[in-house]
C-alpha cells in the first residue's frame, strides 16, 4: 500500500494551496481518511478527515472554514484545499487511512495504520 502526497510548496500568508492524495492497492471507500501535519519540533497534529463512508469531514479547530477536505472514491484520491494560509499552518503534511479507526480516535495519528511521505508547506509572513 502505497500513499501519495503531492502539492506542497512556498507561498505568502493569505495565498491558497491544494495538496492531494493517491492510493495505490487500497480503496479509499469505506475507510476513515485524513491529513495531519508536522511543525518542526511540534508533534504530529490532526487536520481534517472523513470517518468510513460518512459524507461531513471533521477539522481541528485551528484550519476550520479555512481548509476544506474532500475525497473522491471513483479516482481514490483524498484533498485538502488550503485557504487564507497563515504562518503557523507551516508543516509537513502528511495523508493517512486508518482501517478500523472508531470514530473517537480519528483525530489520534496511533488511530491511522497506513501514511504518505509527506509534503512539504512553508507559509512566509
Known amino acids: 500500500v502505497q500513499l501519495q502526497a503531492s502539492g506542497g510548496g512556498l507561498v505568502q500568508a493569505g495565498d491558497s494551496l491544494r495538496l492531494s492524495c493517491a492510493a495505490s492497492?487500497?480503496?479509499?471507500?469505506?475507510?476513515?481518511v485524513g491529513w495531519f501535519r508536522q511543525a518542526p519540533g511540534k508533534e504530529r497534529e490532526f487536520v481534517a478527515a472523513?470517518?468510513?463512508?460518512?459524507?461531513?469531514?471533521y477539522y481541528a479547530d485551528s484550519v476550520k472554514g479555512r481548509f476544506t477536505v474532500s475525497r473522491d472514491n471513483a479516482k481514490n484520491t483524498l484533498s485538502l484545499q488550503m485557504d487564507s494560509l497563515k504562518p503557523e499552518d507551516t508543516a509537513v503534511y502528511y495523508c493517512?487511512?486508518?482501517?478500523?479507526?472508531?470514530?473517537?480516535?480519528?483525530?489520534?495519528?496511533?488511530?491511522?495504520?497506513?501514511w504518505g511521505q509527506g509534503t512539504l508547506v512553508t507559509v512566509s509572513s
Open positions: 493517512a487511512v486508518a482501517t478500523s479507526a472508531i470514530l473517537s480516535t480519528i483525530r489520534s495519528s496511533n488511530a491511522y495504520n497506513y
Open positions: 492497492e487500497l480503496s479509499f471507500s469505506g475507510y476513515t
Open positions: 472523513f470517518f468510513r463512508s460518512r459524507m461531513n469531514a
